[in-house]
């Protein structure tokens, strides 16, 4: 145990002395940056910018899709029927003679035809 103790004790008061003798060098490389740099705009753009605008551009598909009839949910879950299109809005019908005006960015999803009649 007191073997372990001074092994330890020497170690430890070698420390600053090997800290002083490694090379103090210059980090990276200017060609080493540019690489990293590089990697890091790559990783950026796949992991979020490209799937933030796939997305983006299919919802704008949906919204300039939107046609009288078509049943669809909003993004706060209401679901119904469209009875009504305007540039920015939509009127949906969520029973009988029960309709919302809502905003066309809301709607979170087209709904196959009839699955309001499931439901």
């Known amino acids: 145990m007191k ?19 490694q090379d103090a060098g210059q980090g ?6 540019i690489i990293f740099f590089a990697g890091f ?18 919802h704008k598909n949906l919204m300039s899709g939107l046609n009288k009839g078509d049943e669809v949910v909003t993004s706060g879950g209401v679901a119904g029927r469209i009875t009504k299109v305007t540039d920015d809005f939509i009127v949906l019908e969520v029973a009988d ?16 035809k009839g699955t309001l009649k499931d439901i």
């Open 97 to 112: 003679n029960v309709e919302m005006k809502i905003q066309k960015v809301a709607v979170a999803a087209a709904l196959p």
């Open 41 to 58: 705009i790559l990783i950026f753009y796949f992991l979020i910018w490209r799937p933030q605008s796939k997305r983006a551009k299919e």
């Open 28 to 33: 990276m490389s200017v060609m080493g940056q």
């Open 3 to 21: 073997s372990i103790k001074l092994l330890i004790a020497g170690l430890l008061s070698l420390m600053p002395t090997l800290a002083m003798a």
